[in-house]
């Protein structure tokens, strides 16, 4: 059992290293000038709206790949699933790497489009430690692991692009390109966890077809679920509150206050330390004691008030305060509204239930990502203000939908 969540958690730790791990070279390589991977001269507005892109095909193609791949793991099982995504993320921190000794835009984006197709590792291991949790209790503890690895690869990813990166720890060594190399290797021993010690549980499952319009069809399905698509478009705006703070958040202190590529990997370091001390230690003990209604209007309302205040901020050190005074709440509220999807569907759906809230999430992010370049061309402050704005909205959405007895008895603890 151990070796199992072992196993489980590891690969949803190298499906989120890879994002703190690309994010802050993305955005050095894209927003420096100093840099040669696009052309010398290149202005920010133009440097802005390449790196949205970047971000935006990623989670577009996340959006596609984490419902059609998840949803297809109640069929073809979790470890296949797994596995497709493994090989997935392999090849394209190949294509990453050629892409950089290359200086190829067109390259790294197409990179991004196949690591965003095949990074729906995180919802298949959430879905495969439900079918292991024997109560709900249990399933809260999984679901605050999952942030736990979450957290870590937060950590780890920006560490290995930060130190790897800089000449004055790897020397001549040191390039954009090399932590993909080791990320690379880290992906093949992931990949031999899972093939010796997972184990698909002995389950009935229906047989497989393709059906190419499976991500809407995936969809779709929530308009029978009553209690699912109340759920989803507070998630929906909750998650838009993280991407608005979350996808830009290395632009925006790169333009604000010049951080470059270690400062910006410190920064994702904060984020994962908060988040992966409140998953270890406060999740369960909170999530036994308060009801969910007060920890997500808690939590929202913490996130806004730490979003308003980093656009008001005049310190480069208060920056780092403020970023985990906006994870802390975010790693109370995520495991809890999982906790509630998981909940609103049976054990043969749990697979479609967390592909549909990571493609919510994914949807917002590709959205944001895509408009988000422009957006800061105009204002570099307006990512931040649709970040306070959904928070605002998630809390609106929740006072008007969650009503009913259905909805009380799901929200009540067990």
């Not at 605050?144 to 870590?152: D, N, P, Q, T």
């Not at 994914?362 to 570099?380: E, P």
């Not at 402050?381 to 008007?400: K, Q, R």
Request: proline residues 5%; charged residues 10%; hydrophobic residues 55%.
């Amino acid at each position: 059992m151990k070796l199992t969540k072992f196993a489980l958690l590891s690969v949803v730790f190298l499906d989120i290293m890879s994002q703190g791990l690309v994010i802050p070279i993305l955005n050095t390589i894209i927003m420096s000038p100093a840099q040669d991977f696009l052309p010398k001269g290149t202005s920010t507005a133009v440097r802005q709206f390449d790196f949205g892109l970047t971000m935006a095909v990623f989670f577009i193609a996340w959006f596609f790949g984490a419902a059609y791949i998840s949803k297809i793991s109640d069929y073809i099982g979790r470890k296949a699933a797994m596995l497709i995504c493994l090989v997935g993320a392999l090849l394209a921190y190949i294509l990453t790497i050629i892409a950089l000794d290359t200086n190829s835009l067109t390259l790294l984006i197409i990179a991004r489009i196949l690591s965003g197709f095949t990074a729906g590792n995180q919802p298949i291991a959430q879905a495969a430690l439900v079918d292991l949790s024997e109560n709900e209790d249990q399933k809260i503890r999984f679901m605050g692991l999952v942030l736990l690895a979450v957290s870590i690869g937060m950590v780890a990813g920006p560490l290995i692009s930060g130190l790897m990166s800089d000449p004055a720890v790897f020397g001549k060594f040191a390039s954009a390109a090399l932590p993909f190399y080791l990320v690379a290797g880290m992906v093949v021993a992931g990949t031999l966890l899972i093939i010796f010690y997972y184990r698909d549980p002995p389950v009935e499952r229906p047989p497989f077809t393709f059906k190419p319009l499976e991500i809407f069809v995936t969809m779709w399905h929530m308009v029978d679920r009553p209690l699912v698509l109340r759920l989803a478009p507070v998630f929906f705006f909750a998650q838009l509150t993280l991407s608005g703070f979350y996808v830009f958040m290395d632009t925006y202190f790169f333009s604000r206050f010049q951080f470059d590529t270690l400062q910006n990997a410190f920064t994702m370091v904060v984020l994962g330390l908060s988040m992966g001390t409140v998953s270890a230690f406060l999740v369960g003990p909170i999530s036994a004691r308060f009801n969910r209604l007060p920890i997500l209007y808690t939590s929202l309302g913490l996130m806004t008030l730490s979003t308003g205040l980093s656009i008001l901020n005049p310190s480069p050190a208060l920056a780092y305060v403020l970023i985990a005074t906006f994870f802390v709440p975010f790693a109370l509220y995520y495991p809890t509204l999982l906790t509630l999807f998981s909940k609103a569907v049976d054990e043969t759906e749990q697979g479609w239930v967390m592909g549909v809230g990571v493609a919510l999430f994914t949807l917002g992010a590709g959205i944001i990502s895509l408009i988000g370049g422009w957006l800061m061309s105009i204002d570099i402050h307006l990512p931040f203000i649709i970040s306070v704005i959904s928070a605002l909205i998630a809390m609106g959405l929740i006072a008007l939908l969650w009503r009913g007895p259905e909805m009380k008895k799901l929200l009540e603890r067990e």
